[in-house]
């Protein structure tokens, strides 16, 4: 059984910086793309970022030049370092793996809250 389990949200300032973790278990983390993303109050959830196993990575506009994503193999885990943050980055935050990255399933983490201030 896949699971996925966030932690690292919090209350922060503007211009701040938080790094989100994500521990996987039930798979063989290495072989298997990850992605982030997020969910705001009263809109749909949208992708922020995402590593494939070979390390490569993809960010939408709203991430670029201010998120990073990154994985270590050894501890099953991926990051999403996320600096000058902005009150409209304000959501719950998801680990996701799944279809996408050649799973049968698509799994997702129980989401963590990340509040910024103005």
């Known amino acids: 059984q896949v699971q996925l389990v966030e932690s690292g949200g919090g209350l922060v300032q503007a211009r701040g910086s938080l790094r989100l973790s994500c521990a996987a278990s039930?798979?063989?983390?290495?072989?298997?793309?990850m992605g982030w993303y997020r969910q705001a109050l009263g809109k749909p959830r949208e992708l922020v970022a995402s590593?494939?196993?070979?390390?490569?990575?993809y960010y939408t506009e709203s991430a670029k030049g201010r998120f990073i994503i990154s994985r270590d193999n050894a501890k099953n885990t991926v990051y999403l370092q996320m600096n000058s943050l902005k009150p409209e980055d304000t959501a719950v935050y998801y680990c996701?793996?799944?279809?996408?990255?050649?799973?049968?399933?698509?799994?997702w983490g129980q989401g963590t809250q990340v509040t910024v201030s103005s």
């Open positions: 590593i494939n196993s070979g390390g490569s990575t």
């Open positions: 996701t793996t799944g279809r996408r990255f050649g799973l049968p399933d698509d799994y």
């Open positions: 039930g798979l063989t983390f290495g072989n298997f793309g």
